[in-house]
């Protein structure tokens, strides 16, 4: 169903946090805002790039005018993106380092939905891997200001603020990008790290996130009847995709191994834990050459829950990525911003729609408030970083920003 003009019109009125926007994207320089490009998708497919406003009022106004169905924000230019055609020289200078994850790349794994769909039973996957994110940003690279954003359907956006991540030039974002991705993707479903999972010399940042988040979020989304029956190991897509999985990385793979590894996924009366205690033991078995005789099983584990990253999406400065706090079209859900702490908790279904952002605004109840005040937390820790100053040997200032 269409998103109602007239909704739509009223939620930017009333309901859209321009002044928030603004605070946020500006970070305490309004020129900073004012050469910064918003993309409109207007009703019928119309899109309109490089816009840009002077401040909170001027975007509010044109967004009650045009009634986008989406906005998309880009990159900080060397001029204001409306004045684009009265230079010579218009590039992105500068942006926040983002991060996209589709749990539609995650179709081979999960059993309850596919395709666009997302549910409460498949949501471990994205706050898994948001988690690991979360850590290798913060512990390897020192950023601070992270920002999930639920974008209504199917994805989940990581915003990086930090001053230092917003000047990566496009080479060291690709450079930062490649490093964290570890997922190729493809009918063979390969990650990058098999030689090291072989020799047992991970990188102790991916060690840690594995000990952390990988193991317990792979026995609680696909080992626990209890907690996700309807992708656990029971299930016969699951059962078969190890199944498949184990086959292509076993040397001499045979019937013999498909017999016993068969038995071990379809034991009865074994719990899921039990049936994969007892796959992990045939891996053991049946490793002739590597240090790590388990490797085969952490594989798996891997390929299941590690951020499947869209890389293309950090790569660029210029590029576009959907606003929080706007409406996705084809569902009608609020794309809400999250603490990682929200994210853990976040159950998609229950995410407010307009409709009923609208209804309850009429009833005086402000559904968006509490998404909202942790909107303006971080935006406030985003300021407060950008507005403290020190001083160095010299005793000159310096923004640490």
């Excluded at 109602?4 to 970070?27: C, G, H, R, T, V």
Aim: one cysteine or more; glycine letters at 6%.
């Amino acid at each position: 169903m269409p998103l109602s003009q007239q909704d739509l019109e009223f939620y930017f009125d009333k309901i859209f946090p321009a002044k928030q926007f603004y605070n946020w994207l500006s970070y305490g320089d309004e020129s900073y805002f004012q050469k910064r490009e918003f993309s409109f998708t207007l009703a019928g497919d119309i899109y309109l790039r490089f816009r840009s406003f002077e401040d909170a009022n001027e975007l509010q106004k044109d967004l009650v005018r045009k009634k986008p169905e989406k906005i998309d924000i880009g990159g900080v230019y060397n001029v204001q993106p409306k004045m684009k055609d009265s230079v010579s020289v218009f590039q992105a200078r500068e942006k926040e380092l983002v991060f996209d994850i589709d749990i539609s790349d995650y179709d081979d794994v999960r059993v309850c939905c596919q395709d666009k769909s997302i549910c409460d039973r498949c949501w471990p996957l994205m706050s898994c891997a948001l988690q690991i994110l979360d850590r290798i940003l913060k512990e390897d690279f020192g950023f601070k200001h992270l920002m999930y954003v639920f974008s209504g359907r199917r994805g989940v956006h990581c915003w990086t603020c930090d001053k230092n991540a917003r000047k990566l030039t496009d080479e060291e974002r690709t450079a930062l990008a490649s490093y964290i991705n570890v997922y190729e993707g493809g009918e063979a479903q390969k990650i990058n790290i098999e030689y090291n999972l072989k020799m047992g010399n991970l990188h102790p940042s991916l060690e840690s996130v594995y000990k952390d988040f990988i193991k317990p979020g792979f026995r609680d989304m696909f080992l626990s009847d209890k907690l996700n029956a309807e992708n656990s190991l029971h299930q016969e897509k699951t059962a078969n995709n190890i199944m498949k999985m184990v086959a292509r990385h076993v040397k001499g793979f045979g019937k013999e191994h498909e017999m016993k590894l068969n038995k071990a996924l379809t034991q009865g009366d074994k719990s899921c834990e039990d049936r994969w205690r007892a796959v992990s033991k045939l891996c053991a078995e049946w490793e002739k050459t590597a240090k790590d005789k388990l490797w085969v099983p952490k594989y798996i584990e891997f390929l299941y829950m590690y951020p499947r990253l869209d890389v293309n999406v950090s790569k660029q400065c210029n590029h576009l990525l959907k606003a929080p706090f706007v409406i996705h079209p084809g569902t009608g859900n609020v794309c809400l911003p999250l603490s990682l702490e929200e994210a853990l908790h976040f159950e998609p279904s229950a995410n407010p729609k307009l409709q009923q952002v609208l209804g309850d605004y009429g009833n005086g109840v402000l559904t968006l408030e509490p998404y909202l005040e942790n909107f303006q937390v971080f935006i406030d820790g985003c300021r407060i970083d950008a507005e403290q100053v020190s001083m160095d040997v010299d005793g000159t200032a310096t923004t640490t920003a």
